[in-house]
Nanobody
């Protein structure tokens, strides 16, 4: 199986930046895609961004396009989420995710085979 360990969450002011990291270990040879979801209090978990492990193709939710960038470091089995121009609406627990089945992103969270523990991002006004 794959284990996902996240870091980089914290408290930042509106307009600031954070970079989240997710290091994968275990059977990483089976990974097809990694990405990020987030969940705010009282809201459903929502898709943020994803990257195909091999080709590096990226996908973003409309709410973060132009502000967030997902990237990967293959040699480190690590995926990053660079978050710029942060807004209070971005406040949530951010979860790293990995897929080994190449399921469509349109399946919502159903494509996720492995989850990280989550890291809190808080954006203050």
């Amino acid at each position: 199986q794959v284990q996902l360990v996240e870091s980089g969450g914290g408290l930042v002011q509106t307009g600031g930046s954070l970079r989240l990291s997710c290091a994968a270990s275990g059977r990483t040879f089976s990974m097809y895609r990694m990405g990020w979801f987030r969940q705010a209090p009282g809201k459903e978990r929502e898709f943020v961004a994803a990257i195909n492990w091999g080709a590096g193709s990226t996908y973003y939710a409309d709410s973060v396009k132009g502000r967030f960038t997902i990237s990967r470091a293959n040699a480190k089995n690590t995926v990053y989420l660079q978050m710029n121009s942060l807004k209070p609406e971005d406040t949530a627990v951010y979860y790293c995710a990995a897929d080994s089945r190449a399921m469509p992103l349109s399946s919502g969270s159903a494509w996720v085979d492995y989850w990280g523990q989550g890291t809190q991002v808080t954006v203050s006004s």
